[in-house]
C-alpha cells in the first residue's frame, strides 16, 4: 500500500516538466485527488486536455499569493513544491524576481502548508543550490535551508518537510537536447561551452520515483540527493550525432565546469544508502533520528566530474530515443 493512496496531492510549479509527469504518474495510482498550482492559465488549458480525470483540480496562482496558496491547500495532505524561476541569465539580471518567487514564495508554501495541516512536502531543489555561484543557485540554497529549518516549529502542528536535489533532467522542459538535435539535423556545429564540461544525468521517471520514496523515507529536515550518472558534453553530442562538429563558446556567466550535489562541507552530516544519499539537518530539533547507513569518507563531495557512475554516448543514445 502507497502513502498516498486515497490521497490530496498538490504541485506547485505543475504545468512543468516534471508536473505533467509527475500527474501521469498520480492518475496510474490510487490518489484520492490532484491538484496543479501553477501561474500559466494555457499550459493549465493544455493540460486539462490532455488529462482528462475527475481527480485533477486547477489553481491559477503564484506562490507569491500566500492567500491563494491557502485556498489551494484546504484539504491538500501532501505537497511536491516544484515551482521557481531557474534561468541562470535571467536570475542574474532580474535577481530580486528571483529572490520574491524562490524564497519568499518558498516561504509561504511552508507557512500555508503548516497553517493547512499538510502532512508532508517534498521540495525540489537543484545541483546549482550546493556551493552557489550564480543567483538561481544561491535562492535556491536558502530555499532549501528554509524548507529543512521549518521542521524546528512545523512539527508540532503535524507538518514535515524534506528536500530533494538533483541534476539535470532528460527531456525536461529547456534541455539542451532538442536544440541540439535541431542543429545536427540541419548539419550545424553544436555550440559546446567547454569540451571539458561534465553534468549529472535523470530522467523524469526516476525523478518521479525518487521524490515518491522520499515521501516514504522522510521524517523531516533532510535532502535527499540520488544516486545518478555523469556524462560528459562530448559524449553527449556524440549521441544526438556520431560525427558531430562543434564550436568551443566558453562558459556563460554562472555556469559551472563541473556540477556539485553535495559540498565536502555537507559531507560530514552525510550517510549512504541503496541508491541515495541522505544530508541530515544542521539543527533538529524536533526529534530527528539519523537513519542507519554507512557515513562517506571526510571530505567527501559529490561532483559531476569525480562521480564513479558514467554514462556512455550509447547509453546517452538509447535513453534520448526514449524522450
Known sequence: MSLLDDASVLITGGTGSFGKAFVTRMLSSNVRRIAIFSRDELKQLEMKKLFKDERLRFFLG?????SRLDIALH???YVVHAAALKQVDTGEYNPMEFVKTNVMGSQNVIDACVRNCVKKVVALSTDKASSPINLYGATKLTADKLFSAANNYSSSYGTNFSVVRYG???GSRGSVVPFFKKLAFENKPLPITDSRMTRFWITL???IEFVLESFEL???GELYVPRIPSMKVLDLAKAIKEDFSYDEIGIRPGEKLHEEM???DDSRRTIQLE???VVSPIYAEWGYVQPRGQSVPDGFTYRSDTNDLWLSAEQIR????QI
Not at 503564484?62 to 500566500?66: G, K, L, P
Open 62 to 66: 503564484d506562490i507569491r499569493d500566500v
Open 75 to 77: 484539504d491538500v495532505d
Open 168 to 170: 539535470n533532467v532528460i
Open 205 to 207: 521517471e526516476q525523478a
Open 218 to 220: 522522510m521524517q523531516g
Open 262 to 264: 553535495i559540498s565536502p
Open 275 to 277: 541508491g541515495r544519499y
Open 318 to 321: 538509447r535513453l534520448i530515443a
